[in-house]
């Protein structure tokens, strides 16, 4: 028997299986965390990728815009190295009162200052001005650029526009419809218009009605996906100065920083999250034993979401997804739980269509899901009436789930691939 003890909400779910059905545990790659985060930034900028080095590029009093992600991306760490990149741009001539952050928010409301103060800390929030860029705020003012070959128009903020040096700075990990996050997702959806933000994102939908989700429009994929695509020509569009991403290690410990050209150093990046999160398997499983990785990964469903995508690509077609999510704050958010409320697909699409959300879109990828997987979620017995709304089996122990599973599948002996980390790790078939 080989024994597993998962991480659930704040505790844990412990188990044995028999050796025999276990396939694969897919646990992504150990990489040391960054000693000094300092020292490891400056090596990047005076060493980027496809560009000079920052201090080459940004001349005497120039002004600067420094793109930053909202606190919902707090895990970049920005409190640890904006200091010292405020004062690297100080030695290149560059003083405090010539630099400013611009805050991208998407689509997402504006965050309070105090929420300011905790990601980026208060050194940084005393010493430059904080600009926000939001597509559903009246006070942003986005310039249009055109459009691109898919039709959508490239409108960007005029701060970032009108800056003498442009810097993108975020995190890069797998993310859902992009691919990848990171790069020019510091634009697009970063710093663009509602309307260019709804478009691109409605990219993420196959052109008929009744057709639901792009296939293209997933985890790791950045070939043939329109999204994408579109994204790297508003990148295109605006041309950035630099990009400071960094890449997180399986602990959430900065691994790494990569710098330089708002695109090369971008996929350098994607390779390194490749190579941390994306697990060879040998085979897909009957069934998938996944967890988010505990509290708050699995804080409520729509965080959650990440641990299904991630483990459907671990199971058979037809098989058996086995969530573990304690799910503390499950009918949040609303605006995610409510779209079940349509229960019908096509009309869900429609909703879709007339008005796209991410949150809407999560609810259809997922509902597609469950015509192709059957999914049990251990679970909160309380839990249980929102579940129902949603469509999904609830049951409260692990040992229930494994017995129902067998029952789904009509045998006992079936195989089952394990994923501790789902919400981060990405399975990939060997060829």
Sequence with gaps: MKQFKLKYGRGYVEFDLPTQ??????????????EDMGTALVESLNNPTGTAPLNEIVQPNESVCIVVSDITRAWIGYHTFLPTLLNYLNEAGVPDEKIFL????????????????????????????????????????????????????????????????????????YHLMAGFGGGRKAILPGISSYQTIQKNHCLCLLDNVGD??????VSGNISHNIMHDDQMEHGRAVEADFLINSVANTEGKVAKFVCGHWEDAWLEGTKLVEKIYGVEISALADCVIATAGGYPKDINLYQGVKTQVNAVG????????????????????????????????????IKLRNGFTVPGFISLHL??????????????????????????????SIDEALTHAAKLLGREDYTVNIMPLASNTVPMLKK
Aim: with cysteine; aromatic share 6%.
């Design 367 to 396: 509902g597609e899901d469950f015509q192709k997987y059957h999914h049990i979620l251990v679970t909160k017995p309380e839990n249980k009436p929102t579940c129902d709304r949603v469509g999904i089996d609830v049951v409260t």
């Design 21 to 34: 059905e276990v396939l694969n545990v897919v646990e992504g790659a150990e990489y040391p965390a960054i």
């Design 212 to 217: 639901g989700t792009n296939p293209d429009i």
């Design 102 to 173: 611009l805050i991208a928010y998407g689509a997402h409301r504006l965050q309070t200052e105090a929420e300011s103060r905790a990601e980026f800390g208060d050194e940084v929030v005393d010493r430059v001005r904080i600009e926000h860029s939001s597509g559903i705020n009246s006070e942003s003012k986005f310039r249009h650029l055109g459009e691109t070959t898919h039709g959508v128009p490239i409108e960007v903020n005029e701060l970032a526009l009108d800056a003498d040096r442009l810097i993108l700075t975020g995190g890069i990990v």
């Design 314 to 349: 671990a199971c058979k077609p037809g098989g058996v997804v086995i969530m573990l999510m304690e799910l503390d704050d499950i009918a949040e958010p609303a605006e995610f739980i409510d779209w079940f409320e349509t229960r019908d697909l096509r009309e869900r699409e």
